[in-house]
């Protein structure tokens, strides 16, 4: 048996169906990635990967799936509970996997898987379905990884380590998306390095044409070292989000250190 069978957590009356969810327009999926925790062999969550030397240590990462789908009320009443299903995660070329943990409180289904590096390639196919007696739903490619690289100008391209990308203030910064996403949230800031008490700012963003993104740089930029962060939200297309209304895979989001210098 490679699927799950999870039970709804003690509420008392049945809960929805899956079928029950399709209908409504405030289910969502949420995809989340955490890399390279550490595990002690009793299970509890206990140190970073900089302190995961110990024998009794493994490194693993972690993949959650959470399906909202409710709400609880202040005295911690259950509303629209979810009723048991099945849960798995198929890959390419592997046995389909059960999740490793599951939280099914009220309004919220959390599936977590934990693998070790190397075990589970995000960027090859793979789909977790999760299935009731009432429907089955799919979700491809939750965990999908995108890549944010500066493409222009040429003086903010360079990748060496510890190396300030240089703009010019009015000057945009434009970053390739791999693979091509369509339509995601774009959420850019900048904040001044060894300012202290300095406020960050939101940037300007937006989608071009060809599927990359524009970050404005405003040209009352003042000359100096910055931060600039840059975050995407990616939803699930239709076609790949089969079930609840609506996807999210896991976002994408770079910090790059660069150099404001007058041209």
Not at 66 to 75: C, D, F, I, L, P
Request: hydrophobic share 40%; charged share 20%; net charge negative.
């Amino acid at each position: 048996m490679f699927a799950a069978s999870l039970l709804a957590g003690g509420c008392g009356a049945k809960g929805l169906t899956l079928e029950d969810l399709a209908r409504r327009e405030d289910v969502r999926i949420e995809s989340s990635f955490s890399a390279d925790q550490c595990e002690c062999q009793c299970g509890q969550l206990i140190c970073w990967d900089f302190t995961c030397t110990g024998p009794s240590c493994s490194r693993a990462d972690e993949y959650e799936l959470r399906v909202k789908h409710g709400a609880t009320s202040g005295r911690s009443e259950c509303l629209d509970e979810l009723d048991e299903v099945t849960v798995q995660l198929v890959a390419a070329g592997a046995e389909p996997l059960a999740p490793h943990f599951v939280s099914n409180a009220c309004g919220t289904l959390d599936l977590t898987w934990r693998m070790q590096p190397g075990r589970f390639d995000p960027a090859s196919p793979h789909r977790v379905e999760i299935s009731d007696g009432s429907a089955n739903w799919t979700i491809e490619d939750p965990f999908l990884a995108h890549a944010l690289t500066i493409v222009a100008p040429a003086s903010a391209t360079t990748s060496e380590p510890a190396v300030p990308r240089l703009v010019h203030p009015g000057e945009p910064l434009i970053v390739a998306v791999s693979p091509p996403v369509t339509a995601p949230t774009l959420s850019a800031t900048i904040e001044r390095t060894f300012a202290g008490t300095a406020p960050t700012s939101a940037l300007a963003s937006a989608m071009l044409d060809d599927g990359r993104i524009a970050i404005a740089i405003p040209p009352d930029t003042a000359v100096g070292l910055y931060e600039i962060r840059l975050g995407l939200g990616i939803a699930l297309a239709a076609d790949a989000c089969r079930g609840p209304d609506a996807c999210d895979a896991v976002g994408a989001s770079v910090l790059w250190d660069v150099s404001v210098q007058l041209p």
